[in-house]
């Protein structure tokens, strides 16, 4: 029987936590894929955040390192600054990268750091039991919005994507969504795109994965992706906001 | 820089150039007075050794840059003072969790708060206690000298790679200001350093010899934590069974101790010379290491049949002071001078409260 499809040696066998139908999975697959048709694995280094995908060191199969909340573009830095052949990601989510690590996401942005960050922007935090994150879209109910983000008391969901591709020493962003076998495919290529950027030496990549999370949606897998769709998109338009 | 020649140097930069000359290639920085000579000069001087510098958006940044050089395997530092060394407390919990090594100096100055920008001794407790969350702990170096601070640059980093901890240099803002003539002949105490087997650098699943590398100080089971904890804990053991250092000046047969550290220490000899003059035997005892404390050699000088008291001078409110007490236990009185902020005693303050304690 001939073999069209088999899981990418990138991932180990350990089973994931991850909830029934979140996005989590399926991404780390499109990351470990292109790291191995790249064939950078044996010098790939993943920094993994504090969040729901703080156990992705036991998913990826190489050398991984752990980092404090929001603070993987700081520890990316340090191991692509001693060992350069490296090929350093960050994976965040919305909490890690666009609340409390704000400040290291843009200043690695800004020194053109050559490193890639797979941002996962499921519009609330997931490991902490569903709270409003700086995505979070207005008029979204979370544990800490129970009425609906109000945009007068705690501001509009932040675009990262965008926000990123003005400073002058990002050299790839875009943002992709995991909620259609189309825009899988088309998550996967950008992803592949921001490795070759930093293998290119170009400077910063970061590709924002629109993801689900219907735990704390409170929706099942079908309908979170429906809502995505409908609600994400429109705010967080896909598409290449920076190439060099 | 390798001549054996003396010259002068400030204490910042004497210590930056200690650090290249024991081989650290990399320093993660942010500006902060009084300690802005040690970025200045890794800025200047890294890019000459094939080294680097990089100033980080902040002491948080700096400190995880650090870490994640650290867990590459490479010998790394980073410097700031007090409220600099707050922000980085955070990445020192994790990286004396993730078992890795590094070299951290703080030129400690008035505090809390924003405090002052002049010498202060409050960050004792800070260094030696915690600081960060959890049960961890540094060694903590007190030099009392721009030569000392140099002397033991190089056998901090050697004790961090040895134990695979993070490493403090505890230094008074006078330490690191002041000039004073030094030179750079400290080698290698010929410690046989164990190889980074264990660092993220990049693994080949077909033909790599070691285990898959994963930096981390996450143990969800609390089963995992306590290994952790354990290991932790009979590494730190062992340190304060080998790496105590400790200086004892005039303390055979002593009537009074004085116990102090870092720059104050040098005063208090200045005001153990005065006191001499006046036929009063007093003696100096002075941690180097003020973790591990010297608990065993304060308690032995100042339980000694001669002595009546001891007197401890620290430029806080009173920190090492626990420290000297519960190593006394009770055995003799402990009595304190000293006050928080950067006020710096005098030797004649000294004196005088020695006077004082004998009446």
Redesign the interface.
């Known amino acids: 029987m001939e073999t069209v499809f088999k899981k990418t040696?990138v991932l180990t066998d350990a089973v994931m936590h991850y909830c029934p139908g979140c996005g989590h999975g399926i991404v780390h697959r499109l990351v470990a894929e292109a790291i191995d048709e790249l064939g950078v694995?044996?010098?790939?280094?993943a920094?993994v955040p504090v969040g729901c995908a703080?156990?992705a060191?036991r998913y990826f199969?190489?050398?991984?390192?752990?980092?404090?909340h929001g603070?993987a573009p700081?520890?990316?830095?340090?191991?692509?600054?001693?060992?350069p052949?490296?090929v350093v990601f960050t994976y965040q989510g919305d909490g890690d990268l666009a609340s409390i690590g704000t400040?290291?996401i843009?200043?690695a942005a800004h020194r053109g750091e050559k490193i890639t960050t797979i941002f996962i922007n499921n519009a609330i935090y997931g490991m902490t039991g569903g709270q409003m994150a700086p995505t979070t879209l207005v008029g979204q109910k979370t544990t800490t919005s129970p009425y609906g983000r109000d945009k007068e008391h705690c501001g509009s969901p932040i675009r990262i994507a965008e926000m990123l591709a003005t400073i002058e020493g990002s050299a790839y962003i875009e943002r992709v969504a995991v909620n259609s076998p189309g825009n899988i495919i088309k998550a996967k290529k950008a992803i592949k795109k921001a490795f070759e950027t930093q293998l290119a030496g170009k400077g910063f990549s970061l590709v924002e994965v629109l993801s689900n999370c219907p735990t704390n949606w409170g929706m099942s897998p079908a309908e979170s992706m429906k809502w995505l769709e409908e609600n994400m998109i429109p705010y967080y338009p896909l598409g290449v906001k920076k190439e060099v | 820089m390798t001549n054996t020649k003396k010259q002068l140097m400030k204490g910042c930069e004497a210590i930056a150039e200690a650090a290249i000359q024991a081989g650290c290639r990399?320093f993660?920085g942010y500006p902060i007075t009084p300690q802005n000579d040690i970025p200045e000069y890794m800025a200047a001087q890294m890019p000459k050794v094939g080294g680097?510098y990089?100033q980080?958006?902040?002491e948080?940044?700096?400190i995880?840059?650090?870490?994640?050089?650290?867990?590459?395997?490479?010998r790394?530092m980073t410097s700031s003072s007090s409220p600099g060394i707050s922000l980085k407390s955070?990445?020192i919990s994790?990286v004396a969790g993730?078992e890795l090594p590094c070299f951290i100096v703080n030129m400690m100055r008035g505090g809390p708060g924003l405090g002052s920008i002049q010498a202060s001794q409050g960050d004792y407790f800070q260094a030696t206690k915690g600081g960060g969350h959890g049960d961890y702990k540094m060694v903590v170096y007190a030099p009392s000298s721009v030569q000392e601070a140099v002397d033991l640059v190089q056998e901090a980093f050697d004790v961090a790679d040895t134990y695979r901890i993070p490493v403090m240099m505890l230094a008074d803002g006078i330490i690191g200001q002041m000039m004073e003539p030094v030179e750079f002949t400290k080698k290698s105490e010929g410690r046989k350093l164990p190889e980074k087997t264990w660092a993220?650098?990049?693994?080949?699943?077909e033909?790599?010899t070691r285990e898959?590398?994963?930096?981390?100080?996450?143990y969800i089971e609390h089963e995992e934590l306590q290994e952790l904890n354990d290991r932790l804990q009979a590494r730190y053991k062992e340190i304060q069974e080998k790496e105590v250092k400790v200086e004892l000046y005039n303390t055979e047969g002593a009537e009074y101790i004085l116990c102090a550290y870092g720059t104050v220490a040098r005063i208090c000899k200045s005001a153990i010379a005065l006191a001499a003059k006046k036929g009063i035997k007093v003696g100096l005892v002075r941690p180097i290491t003020v973790w591990p404390f010297p608990t065993k050699q304060v308690h032995d000088a100042i339980a000694q049949k001669s002595v009546k008291g001891a007197l401890v001078v620290e430029i806080s409110a009173g920190q090492m002071l626990e420290d000297i007490k519960i190593a006394v236990n009770g055995e003799k009185p402990v009595d304190f001078l000293g006050k928080p902020g950067s006020i710096v005693p005098t030797a004649e303050e000294i004196l005088n409260k020695i006077i004082e304690l004998g009446r």
Not at chain 1, 41 to 45: D, E, T, V
Not at chain 1, 74 to 83: H, Q, S
Not at chain 2, 212 to 218: D, E, G, K, T
């Open positions: 040696p694995a044996n010098k790939a280094i920094v703080v156990f060191y199969n190489i050398d991984s390192m752990e980092a404090a603070r700081a520890v990316a830095t340090g191991i692509k600054r001693v060992n052949d490296n400040a290291e843009v200043h | 990399y993660f680097t990089l980080a958006e902040s948080v940044a700096a995880n840059m650090v870490y994640g050089a650290a867990g590459a395997g490479a790394v955070e990445g994790y993730a993220a650098t990049g693994w080949d699943r033909k790599s898959r590398a994963v930096i981390n100080s996450l």
